[in-house]
Every structure is written in C-alpha cells, then in structure tokens.
C-alpha cells in the first residue's frame, strides 16, 4: 500500500488519472479486506465462538482458490481479469493483515516488511546498547531477545514465501495458490469443528 500511494501521487502529477484512479481502486480493496476482517473477528467473538479468528482464514482460502482459478483467464481476458486480479489480491491482503494485527494486538503485520525490518533494528539497537554500572535498574536497556526471534523469523518466512510463491508461479503457474488455500483451511478446521460439536451439543 505504501508503494500504491506513492504512485497515486506520482501519477496524478504526471497528468495520468486513470492510473491514479487503479491505486485509489486497489487501496480501497485492501481496506475493504480489513473491516472485513475485522466484522467477521468482532461477530465471532459476540457469538463467543472458538473460531473467531478462523473465519477471516476460511474466506482467504476461497478468494485464494479464486484467485488460482481466475488467473488461468488473464492472457486471455486482460482487460477484465486484471484489475479484478488485483483488486482481489488487495483484498486478501488486507483481510490477512487485520486479522494477525488483531491477534498480536498491533505488534505484527504480516503483508509488509518495513515495520518488521525497523523492530529488528530497535532490539538490535538495544542489544548492541552498553548500560553504565550507576545506572538504576528500571534504567537499564534490554533487548527483547523473544521478539527479536520471533521478527527475525517473519522476516525470513517473508522472504522463503517470496521465494517458494515465484518458483511455484513459475513451474505450475497460478494454481500454485491452491495448496496454499487448502493449509488455510487445516489451520482454520479444528476451531471451526470445535464450534459446530458445541453448537450440536446446545441443540
């Protein structure tokens, strides 16, 4: 998003407005996605349900599925499939990154790497930090050693999804999706069966 907006300004002042107007169009999708998102966590948790968080995975896995099947369609049909490819892809990302700001309670985001990028520098910043012996105790400077491992490892699962995502685009093409969509699903299943066994025991 932050590469979209930019462009928006960029374009609008290269004269190019309906360039300007596909960014407005794919930001809006990826909010769109996350007050999705954020319903369907916040109606979960009014029906107090175990799956709360499963339900935004559950409908990332269809669009996901869709967006496999929809991309089969785009060298012939460009003109339709492409904005609507996008503007789909803007919407699960946006969906994605509600739904784990929402659990982590604001400290990650998934869909970008900034953020993760400057926590890391901050606990480094504090692990490299010397503290002075006359220092008072609740002055001292420690590094979040948890977090830096746990930023470090979004950092690198970022990076090895990148990577398997483009070889699998490149061997299999936008199918590639698929099993992605079906691990969504095997995740966001034993919540949902929790549910489903409590609601039948209710009845």
């Not at 966590?41 to 559950?58: D, K």
């Not at 890391?120 to 977090?147: F, P, S, T």
């Not at 090895?160 to 061997?171: D, E, H, P, S, V």
């Not at 969509?181 to 549910?195: E, F, K, S, T, Y």
């Amino acid at each position: 998003m932050t590469g979209i907006v930019s462009l928006m300004g960029d374009n609008l002042a290269l004269g190019e407005v309906g360039l300007a107007l596909a960014g407005l169009a794919s930001l809006l999708c990826f909010l769109c996605g996350a007050a999705t998102s954020a319903i369907l966590i916040n109606w979960g948790r009014r029906l107090r349900l175990r799956s709360h968080y499963a339900l935004p995975l559950v409908l990332e896995a269809i669009l996901l599925v869709g967006f496999g099947l929809l991309g089969s369609n785009l060298e012939r049909h460009r003109l339709l499939t492409v904005p609507a490819t996008i503007g789909l892809l803007c919407f699960v990302m946006g969906l994605q990154n509600a739904m784990v700001t929402k659990i982590s309670r604001a400290e990650i985001r998934t869909t970008h790497v900034t953020g993760i990028v400057t926590d890391i520098g901050i606990e480094l910043g504090k692990l490299c930090y010397m503290n002075l012996r006359r220092e008072h105790h609740d002055q001292l400077v420690k590094a979040d050693r948890r977090k830096l491992s746990l930023l470090a490892s979004l950092l690198c699962s970022f990076f090895a999804g990148g990577l398997f995502g483009a070889i699998g685009f490149k061997l299999i093409g936008f199918v590639a999706t698929i099993p992605l969509a079906l691990g969504l699903l095997m995740l966001a299943i034993v919540p949902l069966a929790d549910d489903i066994a409590r609601q039948h025991r209710a009845q």
